[in-house]
């Protein structure tokens, strides 16, 4: 049988449970369990996630991390307040916050033309004495002024704060600014009523120079406070937690109240206590600012889309941080530029919409600097892009929080003239800046006001960007207007050709150098034909030295006459030393020694030509004549040609002659298919090789060739690798400039068999640069992109760098058949002739939606489950197409069935 309890029963057992538990715990229980409940809300407080953005930020939504991307562009924050006595304030706007004091460590500043970097920060304080006096200090040495009472800010920016007591010692009292009173003998200590910038140490930067007359000296690095002006923006969306601030008592109106209620009244009693004692006759305490700890952050962020939309008030948990960014990622109102284009016509737009998914932008085009292109309706030119055929503008390629300086409008070309912006690192950029009469009554301040000059930039509209100037007004400015502050990273780098211009280059070297595709090689084949035996890579020990001693020789004598009987003698014995010092060489017959000499070389090199004019007896007849590892004469197109010279000489050692040779023969024996390498039989510190991209990545049936110089401190160091790049970047480890990134190599880190040690082998290097280099997802090649396999920005992001790569792929494959490098004409012919028919079905295939990288080979075309390529690829694909066809028909390569009305 159930029993039902009153509500009055309930009552008296519920009643004396809590007699029960106050019993138990004397009387205590109600403020242990309230204390309990306040810790549990600090515990959820704390273990609530923020993610903190800043303006410019890019983002993804989290619920589809592989969808569309956005920027962010505007941030409120609302912030808990914690006074150090323990009051809270809950959802303060983050505007109404000030600074304890108004310049901090890392500011960015302008006096006059110049701007700095805050780099340390003297404090000024105002002191209100016990007696109702009030002076300013300018603390030059912290312990002429030393607090009493103990920070409470445990803030090493901060040594003091507003209602913090110091001891003033005499002789600073005597030299500060006395506000009122009078110093007294037996007045020395004091509340620190305000805490502001006195001395500021600045570290100058760059100068925006008016006219010829303005100095180019920076002025002198310590300043006082009130010469300076801050250049700051969006100082209210970088509070973090822990942050100590002030709270102005103009904003308090409406919050006090709020902490009145939520404080206990005998906490209350000993604050006013606390704040009245020791200034009753100046009643100072009611006016001092309080200090407040930031415990809790809430962020709201607007977000511009990529499709041209934007989201306001979005909650931070909603949003994730894209920690990598493609360079074919593009946002509304970017400014980008056309690749192919030439330097003196570069077409320029501002992007209006992108399609994240299919890879295509909208762009409105700007034909010059004022006007915008116009279409035959005189409307304006838009028109829809493929985003691999676009870039960033380099002069235009503003951030949120740059500093920018203002230049005359009108062409860029003439945006140099006048004056200067001048760095300290020495950098000199030609500008003229545009002034403004100002009223801001600086000291000091000419008509043409300097602040009007030097600005941040806070936000892009409409193809314009909008600059918060630092005289405090802000407007919107062309791209062309001004001109970007740009972080000095040491010395400028040798210029490399970039991506952007390889289109240029490919157009110049069809025009000039069509005739190179049926260059002859020189010194392919020995003079019987075969490959390299023994005593043909023994030839090249003693033809290395032989040139380097002729070379040294002849600074002694006439080198258009016959060899003097002492140099003669001189080249017979290195010929004994090379000899005797070849472990791995057979006594060579007399008779074919007899052969060896500078005199065979051109007869050498005319036999090679007429076997290279052979191999294509027949038009359409490819022999097997190319082999895979041979010795050629002549390196002077090597890139390491100028590393060899005389010094090499007393440096070589047996052990250096016995490993190049070992190298030569295991490269002769086990180099693959796909590996071709030449060696100089002038030169045995360079070797020369063509590696072919692997079916099923994106790099497949390329060609891709590196230049290799033995050191002489080789094998105890690795060889030096270069990459023979065309201007073109189509892996994270191998750049433009020809710079070659590998563990192997000892240019990146590794540990164990990954790095060089002296049993490594060029054929290592060259399989893991055709392996793992030229992969089929070269993407995670880059550092710490890794972490990214198998997550969804990760695998997103390297189907769009596959897509990409083998578009670079293509542009590499023309630079190559137009310009083949020496010695290696008669591959790049034969190479192609074999595969010009599967690089352009792949290329239909791709241009119908197969994925890069779909293995052609036996005429597979199952991929309709997997995700295609995009719109934007294949618009670049089609483009590239018959620039293939037209370069594999110029060297005679059939392909009329591709050519035709269907295709």
């Known amino acids: 049988m159930e029993v039902f309890l009153a509500d009055s029963d309930w009552e008296s057992e519920s009643g004396s449970e809590e007699q029960e538990i106050d019993f ?28 903190a953005f800043a303006y410019g930020d890019i983002v993804c939504n989290a619920a589809d991390q592989s969808g569309q991307t956005g920027r962010v562009v505007n941030i409120n924050m609302f912030v808990d307040l914690d006074s150090v006595h323990g009051k809270v304030i809950k959802d303060v706007n983050s505007k109404e916050l000030l600074k304890i004091r108004s310049f901090s460590v890392g500011d960015y500043v302008v006096h006059e033309t110049w701007i700095g970097r805050v780099e340390k920060v003297v404090d000024r304080l105002s002191i ?44 600073v009292s005597k030299s500060a600014r006395w506000l009122c009173g009078n110093w007294r003998g037996n007045q020395d200590e004091g509340i620190v009523s305000g805490v502001d910038a006195g001395l500021i140490h600045v570290d100058w930067i760059a100068s925006a120079r008016i006219g010829c007359g303005m100095s180019a000296s920076p002025p002198p690095c310590l300043q006082d406070s009130g ?30 109240e709020q902490a009145f209620l939520h404080t206990p009244v005998h906490d209350l009693i000993k604050d006013q206590n606390k704040l009245e004692r020791g200034f009753k006759r100046g009643n100072v305490g009611s006016k001092l600012e309080e200090i407040f700890a930031i415990v809790k952050t809430r962020t709201k962020v607007d977000v511009a889309w990529q499709d041209g939309s934007c989201s306001l008030g979005l909650d931070s948990q909603n949003l994730l941080p894209v920690g990598v960014v493609n360079a074919h990622e593009f946002w509304p109102e970017q400014f980008v530029l056309e690749k192919g284009t030439t330097e003196n016509s570069k077409r320029w737009g501002v992007v209006q919409h992108v399609d994240a998914k299919e890879r295509t932008v909208k762009v409105q085009w700007r034909n010059t600097i004022v006007n915008e292109e ?13 985003a691999y055929e676009l ?21 860029p070309g003439d945006r140099a ?64 207007e001004i001109i970007r502050l740009e972080k000095y990273e040491g010395p400028a780098a040798t210029p490399v050709l970039l991506e952007e211009n390889s289109e240029e280059l490919n157009q110049e070297m069809i025009a000039h150098e069509k005739q190179s595709c049926n260059r002859k090689g020189k010194g392919l084949v020995n003079s019987d034909g075969a490959g390299p035996n023994s005593f043909s890579l023994r030839q090249a020990a003693i033809g290395f030295f032989t040139n380097i001693a002729s070379a040294f020789l002849g600074t002694l004598g006439s080198t258009s006459g016959p060899i003097s009987a002492d140099r003669e003698e001189c080249e017979i014995l290195l010929e004994k030393e090379v000899l005797e010092a070849c472990d791995l060489c057979v006594e060579p017959d007399p008779g074919e020694l007899q052969t060896f000499g500078m005199g065979n070389s051109k007869q050498e090199v005319g036999d090679n030509d007429e076997r290279k004019d052979a191999m294509f007896s027949r038009e359409g007849e490819i022999t097997d004549w190319f082999r895979q590892f041979d010795m050629v004469s002549d390196c002077s197109d090597h890139k390491f040609h100028g590393e060899g010279n005389t010094q090499l000489l007393p440096q070589m050692k047996r052990s250096w002659l016995k490993k190049v040779q070992e190298e030569w023969s295991i490269l002769e024996k086990d180099l693959p298919e796909t590996i071709y390498v030449r060696i100089y039989e002038e030169r045995m510190d360079l070797l020369r090789a063509a590696v072919v991209g692997a079916s099923g990545t994106p790099y497949h049936d390329g060609l891709f060739f590196f230049d290799i110089f033995f050191p002489p401190e080789y094998p105890s160091e690795p060889p030096l690798v270069h990459y023979n790049s065309g201007g073109l970047r189509l892996n994270p480890n191998l750049y433009e400039s020809g710079n070659v990134c590998l563990s192997l190599l000892n240019t990146w880190t590794g540990s164990g068999t990954e790095v060089w040690n002296p ?145």
């Open 759 to 903: 049993d490594s082998t060029i054929l290592q290097v060259l399989l893991s640069l055709q392996a793992l280099v030229l992969n089929e997802k070269p993407y995670f090649n880059e550092a710490g992109y890794d972490k990214q396999i198998g997550r969804a920005e990760g695998e997103k992001n390297s189907i769009n760098y596959n897509e990409s790569a083998f578009l670079l792929n293509c542009k590499s494959m023309l630079y190559i058949l137009h310009k083949p490098p020496k010695h290696f004409e008669a591959l790049v012919k034969e190479h192609f002739s074999k595969r010009s028919s599967f690089i352009l079905s792949a290329c239909k295939a791709y241009m119908e939606d197969a994925p890069v990288g779909h293995a052609f080979e036996d005429g597979e075309n199952e991929y309709e489950n997997s995700k295609g390529s995009s719109t934007g690829f294949k618009i670049m694909l089609a483009k590239l197409f018959p620039k293939l066809v037209e370069a594999f028909t110029d060297i005679g390569i059939d392909c009329s069935q591709f050519t035709g009305p269907d295709t």
């Open 128 to 171: 209100v004495f016990d007696d109702g006096s009030k002076c300013e200090v300018t603390v030059m040495d912290p312990e002429k002024v030393v607090p009493t009472s103990p920070n409470l800010l445990e803030d090493s920016d901060y040594h003091y704060h507003p209602g913090q007591r110091v001891l003033v010692l005499p002789n």
């Open 24 to 51: 138990l715990y004397g009387g205590q229980a109600q403020i242990i369990l309230s204390r309990l409940e306040e810790s549990i809300g600090k515990i959820d407080d704390f273990l609530s996630f923020e993610r």
């Open 227 to 256: 010469n300076l002006t801050l250049l700051s923006c969006f100082s209210h969306a970088n509070w973090q937690l822990g942050d100590w601030c002030i709270l102005p008592l103009a904003d308090r109106k409406g919050i006090r």
């Open 374 to 386: 116009k279409d035959s309706d005189g409307k304006q030119m838009v028109e829809t892009m493929s």
């Open 391 to 411: 870039v960033e503008h380099p002069d235009y390629s503003f951030c949120f929080g740059d500093i920018v300086f203002r230049v005359a409008q009108g062409d």
């Open 417 to 480: 003239d006048g004056g200067h912006i001048i760095s300290e690192s020495g950098l000199d950029t030609e500008v003229t800046l545009k002034g403004k009469v100002c009223g801001c009554n600086q000291k000091g301040c000419p008509s043409i006001c300097y602040l009007s000059c030097i600005g941040i930039v806070t936000g892009f509209e409409d193809g314009s960007v909008e600059v918060k100037w630092a005289i405090g007004i802000s407007t919107k400015v062309a791209p062309y």
